[in-house]
């Protein structure tokens, strides 16, 4: 018979996993059913004499006082505003509105060219950006009208928009790689280092995907008509030198961060600043802009922190009843070796992530799994990248795929949400792709961080 604490533990996960479903928002749900909890664990403690990890006091839960102070005074959580604000600035610059209009008369002759198109600017936002929404809802914005108005197959559209978006949560700068980094306490560099391979390789994935379809299925990715203007090498050199502002941010914050001159924080400063000349550089940059820009960062940051904090609190209760105790036997009693507790932490990953949003698998579930990984004597590094790959499935499988949401909030009405459902199934496959190779080949995640850092 398992101790009175661990029945406690038991019943406020699965009180948690139930309570998602009403829809309250999930920071009060994470705080408020801890702290319940917490009090339930001392007042029985106190009536019946349970052995509980309370105390009987509210001494030992009152150390969620000082997590808070520790959130608020990391430096490297201040990073992430700045890598908000540099996005959503970005957003507003209109470079990816230049370089969609360049690209297509480069790419568009091809057969599969506007998706081609699509992934290329995707994989410079995430470089740039790191915001998935912003991400998103601005490629539908400029690819879509263009991919439908030349008999794209809806369905291929919403995917290849929906993929695209969606690498900005793995390539640097992710904030999702920041928040890793501080939960498990391993360097946001190494994660940075890390991700560079699998995010750009995964990018190339989905073009090859791209070419082969347009063989195999010309009709869905047809070329531009035989009489759309003839690519001239002028066109050629107009699309490479619209690319330069933006690989100008990246070599900036990236190039900083990976040769040592910045800490991310510090570079995320110089990536804001950035993204605030490019704005002014295009005659963007208004007072109306700054104030909006201000505005969705300090809502965005302020959703993110609330669910920090709530999180904070539901693992500090959760350890101070057994959970962790209660987690760490259950994976021990499985007899698995590393390889095998890998694998079933990204399999729970990836069936978490159809009712989850990463927010809270990373700073909820990660922290819990992370130490029994660490005890097998797992490179955290490779573990921590196969983790975000997986999450990165999260935003394009139903029902609480956001990046679908984001796409179906500003696509034209006749592509239906079955249209964007299809439309991500080979792309949530090349995803798991990416990472079987990953998982096979550590290499493709540790090689750069040892040849930057020496580590890995």
């Known amino acids: 018979m398992l ?8 019943a406020l996960m699965v009180t948690f996993i139930l309570a998602l479903f009403t829809g309250y928002p999930v920071a009060w749900l994470l705080a408020g059913l801890s702290l319940i909890f917490a009090a339930l664990g001392i007042t029985l403690g ?7 990890f309370l105390m009987t006091n509210w001494a030992k839960v009152g150390g969620i006082i000082d997590r808070f102070d ?13 890598f908000v604000y540099m996005g959503l600035m970005l957003d507003r610059s209109g470079v990816a509105d230049t370089m969609m209009r360049n690209f297509v008369k480069v790419f568009g002759g091809i057969r599969g060219g506007l998706g081609l198109t699509v992934v290329v600017i995707g994989i410079l936002l995430a470089a740039s950006t790191g915001i998935v929404g912003a991400s998103v809802v601005l490629l539908a914005m400029l690819a879509m009208p263009i991919m439908l108005q030349h ?3 809806k369905a291929v559209a919403s995917g290849v928009i929906a993929a695209s978006g969606t690498l900005g949560i793995l ?6 790689l920041v928040l890793m980094a501080d939960q498990v306490s391993v360097s946001v560099g190494d994660l940075f280092a890390g991700a560079m391979i699998p995010g750009v390789g995964l990018g190339v994935l989905y073009m090859i995907f791209l070419v082969v379809l347009g063989f195999v299925r010309p009709d869905l990715v047809p070329p531009r008509p035989d009489d759309a203007e003839k690519l001239t090498l002028r066109q050629v050199g107009i699309a490479f030198l619209s690319t330069l502002p933006t690989f100008g941010l990246i070599l900036v914050v990236l190039g900083s961060i990976f040769f040592g001159i910045a800490t991310p924080t510090e570079a995320s400063g110089l990536g804001a600043a950035g993204a605030i000349l490019l704005a002014a550089a295009n005659r963007k940059l208004s007072w109306s802009v700054i104030r ?10 302020s959703f993110i922190f609330a669910i920090f904090i709530g999180a904070t609190v539901f693992a500090y209760v959760l350890r101070l009843i057994g959970g962790d105790e209660l987690i760490a036997e259950f994976f021990k009693g499985l007899g698995l070796g590393p390889t095998g507790l890998v694998l079933v932490v990204l399999l729970v990953v990836f069936i978490a992530g159809f009712f989850l949003d990463w927010f809270e698998i990373v700073l909820i579930v990660l922290p819990l799994l992370a130490p029994v990984i660490k005890l097998a ?5 490779w573990f921590l990248i196969l983790i975000a790959l997986m999450l990165q499935t999260s935003f394009l499988t139903p029902p609480v795929g956001f990046s679908l949401f984001y796409l179906k909030g500003v696509v034209p009405k006749e592509v239906t949400i079955m249209d964007i459902y299809v439309g991500i199934i080979p792309f949530v496959l090349l995803q798991l792709l990416m990472v079987a190779a990953c998982f096979m ?5 540790t090689w750069l961080p040892k040849q930057m850092y020496g580590g890995g």
């Open 171 to 176: 390539i640097p700068p992710s904030i999702m």
């Open 3 to 10: 101790p009175f604490y661990e029945y406690l533990s038991i």
């Open 70 to 82: 520790a959130i608020m005074s990391n430096w490297v959580l201040v990073s992430l505003p700045m």
């Open 46 to 52: 106190q009536e019946f004499g349970f052995d509980t």
């Open 292 to 301: 909006q820009v201000g505005i969705e960062t300090t809502l965005t940051t």
């Open 377 to 381: 004597g797992v490179d955290m590094t």
């Open 151 to 153: 008999n794209y197959s």
């Open 441 to 445: 080949i550590p290499g493709l995640i």
